[in-house]
């Protein structure tokens, strides 16, 4: 069964660090782009970043552009997201998905995981 698995998300002060990892199951990670989303309550879900198959090529929100960081480990089947400088405004439940393109919309992405709130508060 394919299953993306999120985990890392928590409760963290202004200005403070999180890594996400996104680890799948029951299918080879290898041949699909991945994707970080979030949702904010009353907001829609957005893009924040995307890895192509390979990791040679990433794509950033301008509102996270210097402060994120995504990366990928094909063997462990994992993707991250590395997020520093966290601001209050980046408070949402974080999602990642798999797709077959290289994109930030959240329709092009199939596969999709259950989420991880990250809450950026003092």
């Known amino acids: 069964q394919l299953q993306l698995v999120e985990s890392g998300g928590g409760l963290v002060q202004p200005g403070g660090s999180l890594r996400l990892s996104c680890a799948a199951s029951?299918?080879?990670?290898?041949?699909?782009?991945i994707g970080w989303f979030r949702q904010a309550p009353g907001k829609k879900r957005e893009g924040v970043s995307c890895i192509s198959s390979s990791g040679g090529w990433t794509n950033y929100a301008d509102s996270v552009k210097g402060r994120f960081t995504i990366s990928r480990d094909n063997a462990k089947k994992t993707v991250y997201l590395r997020m520093n400088s966290l601001k209050p405004e980046d408070t949402a439940i974080y999602y990642c998905a798999a797709g077959r393109y290289h994109s930030l919309l959240p329709t092009e992405y199939t596969y999709w995981g259950q989420g991880t709130q990250v809450t950026v508060s003092s």
């Open positions: 029951g299918f080879t990670l290898d041949y699909y782009v």
